[in-house]
């Protein structure tokens, strides 16, 4: 009933940009904070960015911080992830997650996830 569908991923050049996209569905969306995970295989999966239900908190890893931007729109029941100035180590299967707390940084915190969608940046 609930889904979460991410896309926009792909592959792109070192230096390059992507926007990634985060449909939700089967829930009322601004009562929920998303946030963007990230895995390689042999990786733990890594935060990389929260935005609250109103978008007035937003959390990015230190990797990760001026080059990535996380917004939402809760008319559209969306979630953005604009990856900007990329690099190889980005490289990853990103996944959407939503909670119903305020700020969560723990994954099993998250009820709901995305089937992931890839980005793979090439030097």
């Known amino acids: 009933q609930v889904q979460l569908v991410e896309s926009g991923g792909g592959l792109e050049q070192a230096g390059g940009s992507l926007r990634l996209s985060c449909e939700a569905s089967g829930l009322t969306f601004g009562d929920y904070s998303v946030a963007w995970f990230r895995q390689n295989p042999g990786k733990e999966r890594e935060l990389v960015t929260i935005?609250?239900?109103?978008?007035?908190?937003?959390y990015y890893a230190d990797s990760v911080k001026g080059r990535f931007t996380i917004s939402r729109d809760n008319a559209k029941n969306t979630v953005y992830l604009q990856m900007n100035s990329l690099k190889p180590e980005d490289t990853a299967t990103y996944y959407c997650a939503a909670t119903s707390n305020w700020y969560e940084v723990d994954e099993r915190g998250y009820a709901y996830w995305g089937q992931g969608t890839q980005v793979t940046v090439s030097s």
């Open positions: 935005i609250s239900w109103s978008a007035g908190r937003t």
